[in-house]
C-alpha cells in the first residue's frame, strides 16, 4: 500500500491483539474538525489500520449506529479512509453498532477455503 509509511508513523504506540474486541469511534471523537491526519490520529482508526497493514488481505468492518444519522457518519469514515489510501473493496459497512453513539472498527482476516492453498 503506497500510503503504509504515513499509516506507521501516525499509529505508532497503538497495539491490537489478534482476536480483540472491535476497536471503537464515538461521536465526541468523531465531532472535531476533521482532516486526514486528524482522522489517522484516532485511536481507533489509527489501530484498525495498522492491524489492516499487518493482516495481508484482511477488510474492515465498520459497524454503525441505524437511522440516517449513523449510515451518513460511517459512510463519511468509508470515504475518508479511502481517500487516504485504503480500497474501498476492504471496507464493509453493517448497520447495528452496540450503542447509538459509536461505531466499531473491526478488522477480519479474509477467509480461507478449501483448496485455496492458504
Same mark, same amino acid.
Given at each position: ?10 499509529? *505508532?504506540?497503538?497495539? $491490537?491483539?489478534?482476536?480483540? =474486541? ?5 461521536? &465526541?471523537?468523531?465531532? $472535531?474538525?476533521? @482532516? ?10 489509527? =489501530?484498525?489500520?495498522?492491524e489492516? &497493514? =499487518?493482516?495481508?488481505?484482511?477488510? *474492515? ?7 440516517? !444519522?449513523?449510515?451518513?457518519w460511517?459512510?463519511?469514515? @468509508? ?10 473493496q476492504?471496507? !464493509?459497512l $453493517? ?5 447509538? &453513539?459509536?461505531? !466499531?472498527?473491526?478488522? @477480519? ?10
Amino acid at each position: 500500500m503506497k500510503s503504509l509509511p504515513l499509516w506507521c508513523l501516525l499509529g *505508532l504506540g497503538f497495539c $491490537v491483539q489478534a482476536g480483540a =474486541a472491535p476497536l471503537v469511534l464515538n461521536a &465526541d471523537q468523531w465531532a $472535531v474538525p476533521r @482532516r486526514g491526519d486528524v482522522i489517522l490520529r484516532m485511536p481507533a482508526v489509527s =489501530a484498525a489500520m495498522r492491524e489492516l &497493514d =499487518a493482516k495481508r488481505g484482511s477488510h *474492515l468492518i465498520i459497524r454503525f449506529p441505524g437511522g440516517d !444519522e449513523g449510515s451518513l457518519w460511517a459512510n463519511e469514515l @468509508r470515504a475518508w479512509l479511502v481517500s487516504l489510501g485504503l480500497s474501498s473493496q476492504r471496507i !464493509e459497512l $453493517v448497520p447495528g453498532s452496540h450503542s447509538a &453513539d459509536t461505531i !466499531e472498527l473491526d478488522v @477480519r482476516a479474509p477467509l480461507v477455503t478449501p483448496g485455496s492453498g492458504s
